[in-house]
T-cell receptor, first 115, second 112 residues
Framework: SAVISQKPSRDICQRGTSLTIQCQVDSQVTMMFWYRQQPGQSLTLIATANQGSEATYESGFVIDKFPISRPNLTFSTLTVSNMSPEDSSIYLC????????????FGEGSRLTVL | GENVEQHPSTLSVQEGDSAVIKCTYSDSASNYFPWYKQELGKGPQLIIDIRSNVGEKKDQRIAVTLNKTAKHFSLHITETQPEDSAVYFCAATSSGYSTLTFGKGTMLLVSP
């Protein structure tokens, strides 16, 4: 398994502000993924973060709202911009450490509450 | 795209009983089916998975079965214990790209 550290673990934010979530992995990985888990719901893929290229966003998610950085093979950030209460969710970083097999390992998540 | 349906949404059992959670998928190209356990306040943890070239896989008290013809797969937990209480998610994906489609989750409650 991979050790994945996310910061912050939780935060309370004001409407209209932005927050950046950091994800650090203990080894180099090609693909990192950002998921959103709304309260009591399942996991929805936001985007795939690839090192050296722009992130690939899923339908319903746009770069202006969720800009992603991937400066190296062990680190990524997700920013939630211009937040509204509807953005209150758990945001999860995950990696496919074995390389494109679907075996994802998740971080503990960042729990955001937007007031 | 892939669609994964999961049932039941909640499941209550007595300690020592068996629990079964079922999922169906829509994309016949899917060939990897993992199960995740998410405890309160934690991220999902992979507990078992199965690929389309096998019909069943066991790991101690946990087993997963796959019926490709019917496009459904199930998680079986035997001799349940209170620490098995959590939300369980099934997922599916086709090979070559790690974008899992998750079911909506099953909250399993094991009572002592």
């Amino acid at each position: 398994s991979a050790v994945i550290s996310q910061k912050p673990s939780r935060d309370i934010c004001q409407r209209g502000t932005s927050l950046t979530i950091q994800c650090q992995v203990d080894s180099q990985v090609t693909m990192m993924f950002w998921y959103r888990q709304q309260p009591g719901q399942s996991l929805t893929l936001i985007a795939t973060a690839n090192q050296g290229s722009e992130a690939t966003y899923e339908s319903g998610f746009v770069i202006d709202k969720f800009p992603i950085s991937r400066p190296n093979l062990t680190f990524s950030t997700l920013t939630v911009s211009n937040m509204s209460p509807e953005d209150s969710s758990i945001y999860l970083c995950s990696v496919d450490r074995t390389g494109n097999t679907g075996e994802l390992f998740f971080g503990e998540g960042s729990r955001l509450t937007v007031l | 795209g892939e669609n994964v349906e999961q049932h039941p949404s909640t499941l209550s059992v007595q300690e020592g009983d068996s629990a079964v959670i079922k999922c169906t998928y829509s994309d016949s190209a899917s060939n990897y089916f993992p199960w995740y356990k998410q405890e309160l306040g934690k991220g999902p943890q992979l507990i078992i998975d199965i690929r389309s070239n096998v019909g069943e896989k066991k790991d101690q008290r946990i087993a997963v079965t796959l019926n490709k013809t019917a496009k459904h797969f199930s998680l079986h937990i035997t001799e349940t214990q209170p620490e098995d209480s959590a939300v369980y998610f099934c997922a599916a994906t086709s090979s070559g790209y790690s974008t899992l489609t998750f079911g909506k989750g099953t909250m399993l409650l094991v009572s002592p």
